[in-house]
């Protein structure tokens, strides 16, 4: 069986391709710039990057809650079933109504599908948007009071291969978090060390540094107000499903870097 593995150099995605091919499974890991090449806004691409393969890993970029995302993911899905690839395992989000329209899209489709609800991931602060600030002493979000549960992509990428691999997590959704709530400030420094600078400020004025960091108008847009969105408390808590899935408690930010254990 060979698994498709979308934005397969995320942080995510790479994960799992790694995970998939340890226990000598076939995969195709697709990006804009991989043989063959794979982008969700060039539909051209899709027929290639399903061709032959059975299941699959989605991950969506920017992000699953932006306008539009339901319509693409809806259309893929359908794509894939019809071409024989009919294990879908999404990976989604916590408390986003943009998301739930996408997921809703890709139950539609006939799949026999699974759907990751994820937390923000302690990876974001070490390998993704907040990494580089991060790494220079600061870092900068969305005013808000509320605590979220980060969860260890390591974490994801093994209850996304359990899910792929055993078809007793279909029609199921998981929703994946850490064992701990942190503001992000407190996950600021447990991760950047105490001298860390970090600025909350008002969605105008972070939309503005997302533009002016190089993340294009409508993106940033989107994103800084998705997060104004979901840190309003609605995913203020933690659950056991990573721990249901994986035998084991889902890692800390404490254990933050020991990475793919099991």
């Known amino acids: 069986m060979t698994t498709l593995i979308t934005g397969a150099t995320g942080k995510t995605g790479q994960r799992v391709t790694r995970r998939l091919q340890t226990l000598d499974h076939d995969v ?27 299941s699959a890993y989605l991950t969506f970029q920017p992000d699953l809650g932006l306008p539009g995302a339901d319509e693409i993911i809806g259309a893929f899905a359908a794509q894939a079933v019809a071409a024989g690839c009919s294990r879908l ?39 993704g948007a907040f990494a580089d600030e991060l790494a220079a002493g600061s870092l900068t979000m969305v005013e808000h009071t509320v605590a979220e549960p980060f969860v260890d992509a390591d974490d994801i990428a093994a209850v996304a291969v359990a899910a792929l691999l055993d078809k007793g997590y279909v029609g199921r959704v998981l929703e994946l978090t850490g064992p701990q709530l942190l503001t992000f400030e407190e996950a600021t420094h447990a991760i950047g060390g105490p001298t860390v600078t970090y600025r909350s400020m008002p969605t105008e004025d972070y939309v503005a540094v997302l533009t002016a960091a ?21 995913n203020a808590y933690v659950t056991s499903d990573v721990e249901a899935v994986l035998g084991r408690a889902a890692r800390s930010i404490d254990d933050l870097g020991r990475g793919e254990q099991s």
């Open 28 to 54: 195709r890991a697709v990006t804009r710039h991989s043989a063959p090449r794979f982008d969700w806004h060039d539909r051209t691409t899709w027929s290639e990057a399903l061709d032959g393969c059975e």
């Open 214 to 234: 190089g993340l294009p108008a409508a993106d940033a847009a989107g994103l800084a107000y998705l997060f104004e969105e979901v840190l309003d408390g609605r």
């Open 89 to 127: 395992v999404l990976l989604s989000g916590r408390g986003e109504e943009g998301a739930q329209r996408a997921e809703q899209a890709m139950m539609a489709s006939g799949a026999e599908w699974t759907i990751l609800r994820s937390a923000f991931f302690m990876q974001n602060f070490t390998e």
